[in-house]
């Protein structure tokens, strides 16, 4: 082990250049031919059918679509069953195809083509395909950060995860302890000193696994669909996950929305930190990236914002349905989520500061 840690001298170094990932589009005729071809192998030793979609950018460790999420191409036959994982990353998935059942615990529900879900982490789930023709899915994932921080954890089911009964007066105990433990304040603007006990017993939160029926859904966006062309916000709907709170996202590190735009709707050219992902269920359209001009249709999968691009997207004489991927909650929680509405507004620092107001309001919706 060579352990000879070297000192940089950094002093008076300018600030790194970001790389941006360009833009790309990964066609729906490409996607159509990796689903033959997944079907058609032999049965993997794991069951898992998958291709991971990635970007010409990417380094690594992992194949990724922009550099914090991953998209894997997930495919099961007919009478095929997934083995469940324990991981520590967490998912939102969309079929694509055909029907499937999920399940995890106790909960099991039926999917068809345009549903959406989400994994939260450590809950292991079973996918069957019970239908006739295959059942497909896009599986969104922060495996790609969690590779990189070397901390993603993958686990056989025959760990232990319930707590037991003594687990559970063991943990009533602990939050004894934690109450014990009391805060100490210094000074007078809430700086505080905390014994370990709160480091290791935080408060709690039920991370479900929550189901966005393409029925009920649908119906729902010819709201949006239908608002004026010159509202100022975005023709969509977040699938919002009531455990991410205040960081309004689907799982604890991404939104997932769908937005439904009217023909001719052109966005102002905007930009965020949060990286986008978009999948073109309906419709097609163009988008101008970091000054690049790109065209999408229906069934492709367009990595549509690098964090921090200028970028603007515009439906076309029929309109567009969209899933946006975005890793915004997780920008939240790290402070890190700049927003910058238009290129005349200032850059604000969301979920710190007053955030974009829109003219919803004026428009009377
Ligand atoms: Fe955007």
């Given at each position: 082990m060579n352990n000879n840690v070297t000192l940089i001298d950094v002093s008076g170094t300018k600030p790194r250049e970001q790389t941006f990932w360009p833009t790309v589009v990964l066609p729906k005729a490409q996607i159509d031919a990796q689903i033959e071809s997944l079907a058609s192998i032999d049965r993997p030793s794991d069951g898992r059918r998958a291709a991971a979609v990635n970007h010409p950018m990417n380094t690594g460790p992992v194949p990724s679509f922009a550099p914090g999420i991953d998209v894997h191409i997930v495919v099961l036959k007919p009478g095929e069953k997934s083995e469940p994982?324990?991981?520590?990353?967490?998912?939102?998935?969309m079929c694509i195809r055909g029907t499937g059942t999920v399940a995890?615990?106790?909960?099991?529900?039926?999917?068809?083509?345009?549903?959406v879900?989400?994994?939260?982490?450590?809950?292991?789930?079973?996918?069957?395909?019970?239908?006739?023709?295959?059942?497909?899915?896009?599986?969104y994932s922060n495996t790609p950060l969690l590779e990189r921080l070397e901390v993603h954890y993958i686990g056989q089911m025959q760990a232990q995860m319930?707590?037991?009964?003594?687990?559970?007066v063991l943990a009533e105990q602990q939050r004894n302890a934690r109450n014990a433990a009391k805060p100490i304040l210094i000074g007078t603007e809430g700086a505080q000193l905390m014994g370990y006990e709160w480091l290791v017993d935080i408060d709690t939160i039920d991370s479900k696994m929550l189901h966005w029926p393409w029925k009920e859904v649908s119906p729902h966006l010819n709201n949006v669909y239908g608002l004026d062309l010159k509202y100022t916000g975005r023709h969509l709907y977040v699938l919002y996950n009531p455990a991410t709170e205040r960081r309004i996202g689907t799982s604890h590190s991404f939104f997932a929305t769908i937005a439904k735009l009217p023909p001719g709707k052109v966005d102002k050219p905007h930009r965020h930190t949060s990286a986008a992902i978009n999948y073109i269920m309906w419709g097609h359209g163009k988008s101008v990236v970091n000054g690049e001009r790109i065209e999408w249709q229906e069934g492709d999968l367009h990595f549509s914002a690098p964090g921090w691009s200028v970028h603007n997207h515009a439906s076309r004489e029929e309109g567009f349905t969209a899933l946006t991927i975005q890793d915004h909650p997780l920008h939240i929680a790290m402070e890190s989520l700049l927003w910058q509405e238009t290129l005349k507004s200032p850059i604000l620092k969301l979920g710190s500061e007053r955030g974009v107001q829109t003219n919803l309001a004026a428009l009377g919706g």
């Amino acid at each position: 082990m060579n352990n000879n840690v070297t000192l940089i001298d950094v002093s008076g170094t300018k600030p790194r250049e970001q790389t941006f990932w360009p833009t790309v589009v990964l066609p729906k005729a490409q996607i159509d031919a990796q689903i033959e071809s997944l079907a058609s192998i032999d049965r993997p030793s794991d069951g898992r059918r998958a291709a991971a979609v990635n970007h010409p950018m990417n380094t690594g460790p992992v194949p990724s679509f922009a550099p914090g999420i991953d998209v894997h191409i997930v495919v099961l036959k007919p009478g095929e069953k997934s083995e469940p994982m324990l991981r520590n990353s967490s998912f939102v998935d969309m079929c694509i195809r055909g029907t499937g059942t999920v399940a995890s615990g106790e909960k099991t529900f039926q999917v068809e083509k345009f549903d959406v879900w989400n994994t939260p982490s450590m809950q292991p789930v079973v996918y069957s395909n019970n239908g006739n023709d295959l059942f497909v899915r896009l599986s969104y994932s922060n495996t790609p950060l969690l590779e990189r921080l070397e901390v993603h954890y993958i686990g056989q089911m025959q760990a232990q995860m319930s707590a037991s009964e003594d687990d559970n007066v063991l943990a009533e105990q602990q939050r004894n302890a934690r109450n014990a433990a009391k805060p100490i304040l210094i000074g007078t603007e809430g700086a505080q000193l905390m014994g370990y006990e709160w480091l290791v017993d935080i408060d709690t939160i039920d991370s479900k696994m929550l189901h966005w029926p393409w029925k009920e859904v649908s119906p729902h966006l010819n709201n949006v669909y239908g608002l004026d062309l010159k509202y100022t916000g975005r023709h969509l709907y977040v699938l919002y996950n009531p455990a991410t709170e205040r960081r309004i996202g689907t799982s604890h590190s991404f939104f997932a929305t769908i937005a439904k735009l009217p023909p001719g709707k052109v966005d102002k050219p905007h930009r965020h930190t949060s990286a986008a992902i978009n999948y073109i269920m309906w419709g097609h359209g163009k988008s101008v990236v970091n000054g690049e001009r790109i065209e999408w249709q229906e069934g492709d999968l367009h990595f549509s914002a690098p964090g921090w691009s200028v970028h603007n997207h515009a439906s076309r004489e029929e309109g567009f349905t969209a899933l946006t991927i975005q890793d915004h909650p997780l920008h939240i929680a790290m402070e890190s989520l700049l927003w910058q509405e238009t290129l005349k507004s200032p850059i604000l620092k969301l979920g710190s500061e007053r955030g974009v107001q829109t003219n919803l309001a004026a428009l009377g919706g």
